[in-house]
Each structure stands twice: as structure tokens, then as C-alpha cells.
């Protein structure tokens, strides 16, 4: 006897959130089962394998058939299908959208083609997510992006509003599409150490100031794109470092202010034109597309690496940051007192929250 | 010219990709209606059209809106080829021709194919304009409403219940006309569903007449079926009840009903014999005698009131404390010789039948000797299959003959069945307080056709003639069991190749006549001598004359009420009535069996069946007996036994409610007996068996909660004083039977089922009895509308259809494994269901229904439909007696919704006793000593309450009309108000489906009309469409939703008496290809939510009622 055929559809669609964990984390049907045996279903309902099996099998075709809809969420809401309440249609499209830590550090600023696809199976291999749940959160990835790529108005609104997604996962979303449009390095080694929520951070500061949007909010791709004319214009602020008068005297107002509340204000001192020069430096050469991508790296590398191997303490870091870029406006030669802003608040923040252990 | 529809297409949505390059869509739409086709402009390069097209007007026969569908087809305009469709959407738009339905379709209908399925919808507005058509010879009936609940709809009150309706068509399959050779699978498809769709519309409309020309106004318990013939063509075929419907307008007027209902289930025929026999146990008990006989004299024009009468007042003498036996009156020939084949039935009549020695018998009183009821009504069914048409021989033919002349010379009338209401047939299962009198037993016939090609569609005599056959044989076998009435009334096929299996099955029962049409019988039954039943117990009594019990039976004194006789066990098809007093919960009982059949053809296929027939219903009664008291229950609700035929077997699944009767008797154990007595450790593996069993047995009183009250045997009184007989029933000697059940027919508390274990099979029999596993607790299941016992419903509801298919594996196909695999599959289905819900516990499953068919040599499908409803567990842990009192309150509350003329009789009624608490029945009894008197005054007055009745009933019809033009503008309203809800929010309004006729926790406010769909899925691309599990389910699920699309568009929230009457599912997995036609039923609601305030206010006059109904016992 064996059973040709198994189905059971519910006027109100049955959705298991164990199971449905189960197939988003990409376990195949018999692993499944082998889970919620383990789980001790069983012994709780009285159950027969044969019924979690059948059960199993079950749910995962009915999400094998949602997945079409979960791929256009609005779809899933106008549908007459699948009679689902709006709670559960929630849960379903938050679930669906959530990724994986491990996973989404694998993959972010990496560009979202073919070819990183075929890498997934490695990435599978070195976090341990099964390729199947690789694959559906690179897809997730891809096909926002998609979406979003050529649209006006606020990214995280406009992921919101075509996925319907929660504020938090909106805006994780847009980090993840303006690090896949910027193609920011964030494999290397040295910036391990960063969390996704850290570069989420750092995305949100930069879609708020520096892209298109920041300036005029009627362009086309306006939260996806650095604005061109503002890394033009970054150029301006070598003057910081290339003149000398100007280093020096920047150096000594942020001295005379800080002296006495640093408790690392010797190591401050001595490493101020470094520090000033590298920050600079990481601003006038991000015309460079190479250099665009290379920014965490070099913050990493020209200000969090000096400042950790001297154990500045977060809040040293802070006092120093805030006095570094408001002093610049006492600096009577320089000109570009807005541009400096623009850049060095964004900047602040990226650093604060990217100086940690 | 009597209609003008109305169609304008407004938008699409959700559209399919056409055109690959532009990865966009052309779309336009074709609207069609009979012969006339508009199309709206081509809306390019949009998966969104917004076509917004003018109205489209067809002006139309009402006889051609009442049969043909609404076509809408969505193309895709293609410069260059063919356009291609991209699917089609079917209205019926029925719903709109009657005035109290809806009056607007508007909404997003799920744009449907064949092939691919689901593509999209699109948002239709639908309207008709009516002109009234004063046309008498008119072929349309508009304006008869329909619905496929099977009780009196909530929000109406029956004036009159005038009975079976029924009709059928006929055509040729699309399918396999010779044009299906060169059309496209879609094209073929189409042609089914739009012929199906017109059948059915015409159909409609047939018994729409037939309503009409009995004056009725509606159709309750419709059920439409196909049969799908193959080769021989496609019959759809519908029965009903045709009915007098008024809608209740107001609440008002609630309280004085409520005592009327109860006289009526007092009311005992009239025994003109002024001086009841008395009896041993109690002389002064009147013991009814009821006989119904057929008084030659009566007179057979149609005018004549008292000619349809099935009744007639037989003086009798006082019964002889004899045994049961049957009369056979040698001039009538007596069908019992129509089951020689049948050897346990033969044995049975040799052994209780006697001579008759009732001399005192004035008219011939002729009998089918042959009935069944609770222990015996296989053996009638069985000989309803051995009375099978084509296939017997020439002998069985004879007997055939004999048969009917035996049913028209009965009574010496054979045109009494000329009558306009030829079969007293009600296919309700639910009825008002006070309809159902007395219930015999279940009555069912089966008969075994050959199919041949229906050559002349608009002569469908052949499909005709079959049933009448079946329904005169179900009918006689009612009259054996001293019923005049089936209720619960239900017909089947089952079809395999050229052979075809009609089932017919009901409950014989006495009616009360007071909503029938008929003004005799009500004459007759008025007269009866009034007797002190209290509710909850009248109808278990027999309705048949113990002295001519048409089978041998095991009587006592009711529990309830220790006057009239009942049966040791009830097999009933109907719903539990609402007043029945019931002890515990009740339980889903079902039986399973197969049986190998030989592969043969025609002819020979058709008798080898007919063969087995007998067989198969009489071991299903056995195992649901033996589950029944294994259960400790009494009585079985909503019997259901369906026997599909396939290639090489049969099978057999009975479906029924089981529950603990308070009126009948407690229900004995089952006992082993071993035959191979000298067996040590056999006599020990015995004891251990019937160990196990009695533990099952007190394990399930505890389960469901049944704790009948001691009754000590002196307060029974000793029952029938009979001499102790013992009749055996005897299996015959065919291979499967491997048992031998004793029937042990003697009274006593203490006889016990016996199972005899004389083999390892009838061991293994035994084993599968306990094997059933009980629902895990938090669990109830039953196939009935509600619960016994559960009565505190939330609102949380689940509906669900689950599908199985196993195949087997051909090397051991003995009978024995085949019943294993079965059953197994059954339980495991039941386990799943019960493991998938488990998130609703506390919950009952209600309406459970089970189908089983055989698409393929080695393949069983079980189709599964039922509601899952939640419950609240505190108020569950309520006593018996609360709950008692809560279904009086019930009851109570249900005859406010029939109101009126009993209102008026209430004034003259007789002395009425609404549901006297057992306690205090006995005073009542007393208080009602000088009944006789005042009896006679009624009698005299009688006719002027016939005056009375039938002005109300013109005052009633004058009342519908009203109703009806005060209802349309509120339809309107109603409208307005919810297409303007989901502007507001765009999601998708929720519609629940029930296969229930209510919705728990809500009132249904309005009825839209009937949903009726019918479709067709086929694909060719089985493996990517996830196999033939995903290609099921999506499927379903796209029924589903068109239903709930439909029902939306109406304007209604819900769908009740929801029904998959048909799945049928054929795969070819070698080629890829799967086919599946399903078609579903049921009523389009709107149901509003019980507020707090409306729950109070309804407690307010349930409350109210109690005194109220002690008030009329006073003035009485």
C-alpha cells in the first residue's frame, strides 16, 4: 500500500511556523521530519511518524505554492487563492524576506549576478546554511534590487511598499541594496570583526547625506547612487592636509580644546596629522570607483586600526571626532565649510560605529 | 421579453505574461450570453487593464436567464495570429432572478482555464431587470428559491413542507462525441463545463416548475448530482423538497409558539377503541396502537381530501403478549420470497413469522414482510439489490413482476401513487419542533443497472424509470415499518464502466401533517388520542405495531417516559433532533469493508455484484452494531452508506453519529464465545479478549461521557412479558464470511452481543474493532450538523477538503488485506486531520463526510470534507442536565422562527406539555387524566381549523409579496454599504465555508441563492505542476477561491451546506497527464456577528420561553 496521493486544503490556508522555519532554512521534507521527530511532536500529540510525514509534506507544498505570490508580497494580499488572514500574510512575507547574519555578511557589496550565485555553494559550506536557504535569500537580494533599482522617491519606502516588509527589515533591505549597487568591500579580513547592523548603520548615514536623494528628491535612482557632484567636490577638502598652515592650526584647536579631557591625548597628538591626513585623504579619492569600494577598508585601515592599536576608549574617540569637525569651522582660509559637513557628519557616525572590538 | 441583463467589465488584475517579448499583455474581453457576444476595446501592454466598458444589454427570455450561464472570456489580442485565451469566467446568474436574493454582482471573479488554471481575475458588475411575466404557460419558474440546506433556512419560517421534488436530464458527453477526437483537451473541457452548467440551469428550472405547480415557493435540501456515464452520456439528476417558505420579518411574536411544536410531538394516532388495552405493566397506560392501513373504500380523485392519505384508523383489539411476528397475507405476494438468494432473511421470517391470527383485521392488511430497521434493514436493502433490473434471471424478473404488482394492488389503490406527491419523501434531516412523530428505522434500496447509450436526450424514461423503481422500493419498505413518511432522504450512484450502482437510503418516519399539505391526514391525525409524551423522547417510539413488528425486534418501555415502546437501538439518517434528550457525547461510528470482485463484463459483472450487495450491507450493519456498542452508544445519526463498485471490488463505507439515547435502553456488552472449547490457552486468549473489550467499552463511557441514571428494573416495569426468543441470524456460507454472528434477541439487561471467534480471520475481526483509535483528547468528531453534547461553539472555524489516493499492491489482494489497507487509510486520514488541527483544540469535527471511489484497477480514493469548530472547554464541563436544559432552550428559541399559525391553534390546542422535565412528567400525566373529553370537542371543531389554517396560509403568501418589495431596496442598501468597505482597504474580504447550516457565534441574515459550480482541470504537465498531490491541491484550492469569489460578488460572507458533491480525479503518470472534474454546492449568506447585546437578548426570551411554557401547562 502506497499512498499515490495526500492533499489537504483548509478554507483558511494552515500555515505551521515550525515547518514553515523548516522550509525557509531549506531542510529538505525527510530532514524535516527528522527535526520535528526530535522536537518531541510526537510524544506531545500522539502522532505516528506516517502523520508527520504526511503533514510535513503537506505544508511544504502549500509554501512551495506561496512562494510564487511571496515574490510580489502586494500579490499575496490581492490574491483570492489562498484565504490567508492578514496577520499570517505578515508573518509569512517577514519570514520569507528575514535572512541569515552569517550569511548576508557573505554576500554584502558583493555584486548580485550569476556569478556570486555560483558561489553560494561555498558560502552553504562555510556558514553552514543549507544552499536551498542560500539561494532564496540571494534571490530575496536580487529581486528587490531589482524592484527598487530605477525608482524615484525613498528606498526604504519604496522597499516597503513593494515587498511590505516591517520598518526594520525595510531599511536592512535598502542598506543591502545600496552596498550592492556601491559594491563596498566587506569581505576582507580586516573588516571581519563588522556586523551586518554595523554597515546597515554606515548605509542608512550615507543614503541620508550623500546620494542624490540627500540634495533633490526628484531623480531617478536617488537613494541607490553617491551623488557624482559631491565626490567632485570631496577633492576640495585636500586643501586640510596639503596646506601646512592649515594642518597645524586644525591640529592646535583641537588640542587646546581637548587638552585635559582626553585620556589619550598624548597618543592624540601624536597621531593627529596621520588620523587628519588619512580621513582627508579617504575623501578626495572617492571619485575613484576602486576607492568607493575600498572605503571601509580604508577607514578601517587609516583611523579605527591606528586609534584601537593606542586603546582609545569609544568615548576618547567620540570627544575627538566632534571637536576634529566642528574646529574646522574656525578655520578662517578654508571654504568648503558645508561640504566639510556634509562629509565629516556622516563620517563621524560611520566611524563611532564602526570602532568597536 | 421578460429580462434585460446587464453585464459591464470593469478591470484585470494579476494577468498573465502573453506576450513574451514585451513581457505584457494585450487583453480584451469577449462577453457572452446565449447567442449574443459583445467585446470590449483591446486595453494594451498592461497586466492591469482597466477596460471600464459601457453596460452590455442583453435582452432575454427569463427561461434562457434561468438556464444558461454568463460567459466571460479574457483573450489576448494578437495583430498577427489567433488570439489566445487566457481564460474564462462562468456567472450564473440565478441568484439575481429572485427579488429576496441579491441584486447586483460586482466583484473579482478568479479568471479561470482548463489547462493552466487560476490566471488572474477580473472585476464584472452584473444586474437584471425583471419584468414581471403574467404568462400562465410560461416554461420559466423565477422566483423560486433554492437552497441546498437541508433544514428550514434560518432566517425563513415554513408555511407548508409539500414534498419531493425531483427531475433529471440527460445529454451526451462532450467528451466523447466523435469531435472530441479533433478539438484541443481545453476546447473539450469548455464544451463540458458550459453543457453541465446549462443542464444544470435547466434542471433548476424544471423543478423551479414543479415547485410552482404545488404552490410552493422554494426548494430546501436541493441536491444536484451528475453522473458521469461515460460512453452512455452524462445525467445530471436533483431531488428536493418543495416547500412554502416565509421570510420571518421580525422577531416579534416569539413567545406563544413555543408550546405548540411540543403538543404536536404528543399526538398519538386516535384509537377509536375508547378503552385502550390494558396492559400488564400499567393499566392505565394507553398504549398506542398505531396501524396504517389502506381502506379499500377510499376514494381516488385528485379532489378528494382523503384519498392521499396513508393512514387510516384500523379498530384493533388489544395486542396478545406475544413475540413479533409479521402477517403475511396470502393475497398479497410477499416480497419476503424475493429474497430467496438471502438466506439469513429467509431464516429470520421462517422463524418469527406466524400465522395470522388476527381475525379482528378488518381491511387486508398487506405488508412487505420483509423491512428493515435496526437489526434487520440489510436484508431488505439487500433484497432491493437483488431486485435489480437487467441482470437477474428470469426468475428474479418473475419475482420483480410480482413485486410490483404486490405495491399496486396494495390497498387496493395503485392510484393513490398518482397523486401529485407521489413519494412522501423529504430530503431534510433537520426539521421543526414537532414535525417528526415517531422514526421507524433507516430504509434504503439498491439496485444494479446496465448502462446503455441514452439515445433520445429529451426522453430521459430509462434514468427515469430506475429511480422510480428505487423510490417505490424504499417507499413500501417505510410502509412496513408503519411509516407513511423518508425523511432524510438521499439518492446515489456509484459507476463503473457500463455497470451502475443506484442507492437510495432515508428514515421512515411518522409526520406530524400540520406543515404538509394535505388537510386529511392532518383530519386523521388531529383525531389521535393525546398522550402524555414529554419531549425528547416521542420520537424513538415505535411507529410500528408491535404485534406486527416487521422484523423481530428487542422492545422496552422508554426510559424517558416508561409509556410507549422503543427499540433497543435507532439507525436514523437524519440530524439528531434539536430536542432529543441525549446522555454524554456523541461520537463518529464508522464501518469499512471491501470485497474482492472477479473482473467480468455486463451482464455477468452486474449480477455478480447484485450478489455481493446483500452481503457487503450485511456485514457493514454488524461492524456498525459491534462499533456502537463498543461505544456504549444506542442510536446512530446521519447513517450514511455508500458502496462504490470498481473493476475487481467493492467497497463499503457506512458513516453515522453515535450517541446515548436517554429513551432507549442501555445498550448490552459484546461477548466472545470461542468454538474450540477444549483449548486451554485459547479459552485463556478468549477471556483476555473479552477483557480487553469490556475495558474499551468502560473506557469509552468515560470518554464520552455517558452515565445514564440507574434505573432499577421494577421502575421499567417488566417489559413486553414474551416468551424468551432467540432468533438467529446466520450468515451464509459465502468465502468471506468467516464469522458467525448470534443475535441474541432476547430482553434482558444482561444479553450481550455475541461474537462467535471460530478462525484466525474472525480473530483478526474481532482485533480490528478495538484497532479504531478514539480522537486524542480535546477531540469530537461526528457527521452531523452539531455535537451532541457540545453546545458552547466559538467562532473559530475551519472547513477543509482532504484527498487520499493509495494504490495497492496486486499480490495480496485477499479480501482480508484489502480491508486492512482500508481501513488503515481511513484512520490514518482521521489521525492526520486530527494532528493538522490540532492548534484548534478544544474542537469537533462536524459534518465529517467521507467518500470513497475507485478510479482505477488497484486504486482507492477517500475524499474528505468537513468543518472543524472550536469550542469552549469550560462551559463543555456543563452537566447532562444543563445541557439538557440548554437544547430545550434551544429548541425553544428554533420555534420562535416558525411563529404564526400555530399561533393561531395555539388558542384551541390541545393540552400541551412543552418539554416537561422527566421529573415531573408523572404529575403531568395525572393532570391529564380527562383528556378523552376534551378531545372529542376538538374533533368536532376540526374543519373550522382547517378554515383557520388556510387563511393564514393566504395571509401568508399575501405576506411574502410584501416582504419582497420591502427587501430589494434593502438588498440595495446592504450593497452599497459593502462595496464601500473594501474600497477602504483593499485586502480580500474573508468568506467562510461550512458544510454546516449555520454559522456558530452568528446570525445568517440573508440568503443570496445557490452556488452551484462545476469545473474541470486538466493538465499535461504533471511532474512541474508538483505531481498529482500538487496538481490536486492547487486545484482545490482554485475551487475554493472561485466559490468564495462568487460569494463575495454576491455580496455575502459566507457559504453553509457546503458540499464537494463530485471529485473525480483520473491521472495517466506515464503520459504526464492528469484530469479532474469537482463540483460543489451550497448557500451564498451574509452573516452578521452576535454582538454582546444580541447574545443577551436572545438569552433574554429563551428565558422568557421556560415560563411561559409552565404557564400553558397551568391553564391546562
Redesign the interface.
Known sequence: ??????????????IDEDVYRLWLDGYSVGDAVALRVRSGILEQ????A???Q??T??HY??F??LERLLHAPP?L???????I??SRQALLIERYYAFDEAFVREVLGKKLSKGTKKDLDDISTKTGITLKSCRRQFDNFKRVFKVVEEMRGSLVDNVQQHFLLSDRLARDYAAIVFFANNRFETGKKKLQYLSFGDFAFCAELMIQNWTLGAVDSQVDDMDMDLDKEFLQDLKELKVLVADKDLLDLHKSLVCTALRGKLGVFSEMEANFKNLSRGLVNVATKLTHNKDVRDLFVDLVEKFVEPCRSDHWPLSDVRLFLNQYSASVHSLDGFRHQALWDRYMGTLRGCLLRLYHD | MPGKLKVKIVAGRHLPVMDRASDLTDAFVEVKFGNTTFKTDVYPKSLNPQWNSEWFKFEVDDEDLQDEPLQITVLDHDTYSANDAIGKVYIDIDPLLYSEAATVISGWFPIYDTIHGIRGEINVVVKVDLFNDLNRFRQSSCGVKFFCTTSIPKCYRAVIIHGFVEELVVNEDPEYQWIDRIRTPRASNEARQRLISLMSGELQRKIGLKVLEMRGNAVVGYLQCFDLEGESGLVVRAIGTACTLDKLSSPAAFLPACNSPSKEMKEIPFNEDPNPNTHSSGPSTPLKNQTYSFSPSKSYSRQSSSSDTDLSLTPKTAPYPQGPRIYLCPSSPSLSCGSLHLKKSCLLLSESSLPPHHSSLVSPVLRKSVSFSEELFLAASGMGSGSAGKEGGPFKALLRQQTQSALEQRGGSPHRFCRRREFPFFTLTAFPPGFLVHVGGVVSARSVKLLDRIHNPDEPETRDAWWAEIRQEIKSHAKALGCHAVVGYSESTSICEEVCILSASGTAAVLNPRFLQDGTVEGCLEQRLEENLPAGCGFCHIPYDELNMPFPAHLTYCYNCRKQKVPDVLFTTIDLPTDATVIGKGCLIQARLCRLKKKAQAEANATAISNLLPFMEYEVHTQLMNKLKLKGMNALFGLRIQITVGENMLMGLASATGVYLAALPTPGGIQIAGKTPNDGSYEQHISHMQKKINDTIAKNKELYEINPPEISEEIIGSPIPEPRQRSRLLRSQSESSDEVTELDLSHGKKDAFVLEIDDTDAMEDVHSLLTDVPPPSGFYSCNTEIMPGINNWTSEIQMFTSVRVIRLSSLNLTNHALNKNFNDLCENLLKSLYFKLRSMIPCCLCHVNFTVSLPEDELIQVTVTAVAITFDKNQALQTTKAHVEKSLQRASTDNEELLQFPLELCSDSLPSHPFPPAKEHLESASSNSGIPAAQRDRCSSWIELIKLKAQTIRRGSIKTTVTVEKTSPMGEGNFRNRSAAPCANSTVGVVKMTPLSFIPGAKITKYLGIINMFFIRETTSLREEGGVSGFLHAFIAEVFAMVRAHVAALGGNAVVSYIMKQCVFMENPNKNQAQCLINVSGDAVVFARESELEVVSTQQPAANCQPACTGGEVTT
Open positions: 500500500m502506497t499512498s499515490e496521493l495526500d492533499i489537504f486544503v483548509g478554507n483558511t490556508t494552515l500529540t500522539g502522532a505516528t506516517a502523520v508527520l504526511s503533514d509534506m503537506d507544498r502549500t512551495h505554492m500579490k494580499l490581492h490574491q483570492l487563492i489562498y484565504q488572514p492578514p
